[in-house]
């Protein structure tokens, strides 16, 4: 297994550690992938952003971060569900010959052109496929399964109680692709269980963090009005900490509590989580970033973490 990491902007900017335990969980020295390092990718860029108001630029923007993996032989693995759902549609939309000859006169402009994956050459002839964008629950769960993260575990976190929160970019398909049940997921809570975690059942689980959509942004006080609905249930659940796929959805939790002044609930990326199960130090993996402290989390360990 080949994979070229998308880590995005919230991530460097904000959690650069859940970029960093996705490497050591995917690479040699965890499950064995090879990693492929690109340079130059730039933002998604978002649906609710550019695309919301300019979907040809988005396009574009999309694309080039697509072509700069096609000739890798790898599958882009993106790490928040906003890269995901913008990169998998444009991937998507890149198949229609005039809307990617459109896109591909202007990044003629510098020097690229989106032409997909080569899948297959027959005579003289190539043949193409769109870049695989994956996300890294899906990667985990589909190439690696929970047996074998299991088997990696040399730190479980016997007796924790955690809410998943999926977050709405992941559930929703696009025209042709669902990489898990929009209405019934269960791939996050197979590797949250994985790391010997107990994955609880809330009220309103697949609903939005509150950030999504810019409403963060636009309207603080709805937004967090939807966040303190979610840790009331997490809260009446039992649970003792957060865990995601999304680092956008992470930053909602993790700042808003401070707003909301409600009982701490530790938020985590579930690349953390699953680095920490399989012993990764938690000094490489830069919790320090979070607001809401992870001990809690970390004392589930045994202190194996620390």
């Not at 939005?208 to 840790?231: E, H, M, S, W």
Request: aromatic content about 8%; some cysteine.
């Amino acid at each position: 297994m080949r994979y070229a990491i998308y880590a995005g902007c919230t991530i460097p900017n904000r959690f650069p550690g859940i970029e960093n335990a996705t490497r050591i969980i995917l690479g040699p020295e965890k499950l064995g992938a090879e990693l492929v390092d690109i340079k130059g990718f730039t933002c998604c860029p978002a649906l609710p952003t550019v695309y919301s108001t300019d979907r040809f630029t988005w396009l574009v923007m999309a694309a080039r971060n697509l072509t700069l993996v096609q000739d890798e032989d790898a599958d882009l693995v993106t790490l928040c569900n906003g890269c995901f759902s913008s990169l998998l549609k444009a991937a998507e939309e890149l198949q229609n010959v005039v809307k990617g000859n459109r896109v591909n006169e202007v990044l003629s402009k510098v020097g690229r052109q989106y032409r997909g994956r080569l899948a297959r050459v027959e005579g003289h002839r190539n043949f193409y496929e769109p870049v695989h964008v994956r996300h890294i629950i899906e990667t985990l769960h589909k190439d690696f399964g929970k047996d074998a993260i299991s088997a990696k575990v040399t730190h479980p976190f016997s007796g924790l109680r955690v809410a998943v929160h999926y977050g709405c970019h992941y559930l929703r398909p696009t025209m042709h692709t669902a990489i898990d049940d929009p209405s019934a997921p269960v791939m996050l809570d197979s590797l949250v269980e994985a790391t010997g975690a107990e994955s609880v059942n809330f009220a309103d689980k697949l609903s939005c963090c509150g950030a999504g959509g810019g409403i963060r942004f636009q309207v603080p006080k709805l937004a967090n009005a939807i966040t303190k609905d979610k840790y009331s249930a997490m809260h009446a659940a039992g649970a003792e900490c957060i865990v995601t796929g999304c680092p956008y959805c992470l930053f909602q939790f993790d700042h808003a509590q401070k707003e909301l002044k409600v009982k701490p609930l530790p938020v985590l990326h579930i690349s953390e989580l699953m680095a920490l199960a399989m012993g990764v130090p938690a000094d490489r993996l830069g919790l320090d970033w979070h607001l809401v402290k992870v001990e809690p989390v970390l004392r589930k360990m045994g202190g194996g973490g620390k």
